[in-house]
């Protein structure tokens, strides 16, 4: 198995788009202050998108219980791997749907359990 922060590619409509995942420890804070974090640009760009998974209430990330990547809601297990182009795209389409990437060469950083309330609530729906 190569780096966990490999880098990767992903063609969206023409564009080329760079991403990487990673997870981020909190030594103070323990598990509460961990992060799972999606990090995409357009290749070439210095704009950068960091999509943010923290753990919280029916909120749970992979630290050891889950395998590496995971994003899961409770109740039901609804989850996503972060490790998934598939998933990575759904997860980038609705973050562009919504104006989150950067003009701007900065890195915007933000909360991505709406955008995966989104995706999977529209599989939800779609799958029955």
């Known amino acids: 198995m190569g ?3 490999r880098v990767r590619r992903l063609v969206a409509d023409g564009t080329e788009y760079m991403w ?13 202050g961990c992060a799972n974090t999606l990090t995409l640009w357009r290749a070439g760009s210095r704009a950068r998108l ?8 029916g ?3 992979s630290d050891g219980y889950f395998a590496e990547g995971d994003v899961v809601r409770m109740p039901g ?14 997860l980038l389409d609705e973050a562009l749907t919504r104006g989150l990437y950067p ?3 900065r890195t915007v950083e933000v909360d991505a359990w709406p ?7 529209r599989a939800g729906s779609t799958s029955g």
């Open 20 to 32: 990487c995942f990673s997870h981020r420890h909190d030594r103070v804070r323990g598990y509460p």
């Open 103 to 105: 003009e701007a060469p």
């Open 77 to 90: 297990q609804v989850c996503l791997n972060l490790h998934e182009p598939g998933t990575v795209r759904q």
């Open 50 to 57: 960091r999509l943010v998974f923290r753990p919280g209430p």
């Open 3 to 5: 780096s966990r922060r």
């Open 115 to 121: 955008l995966f309330d989104a995706v999977t609530d």
């Open 59 to 61: 909120r749970i990330i």
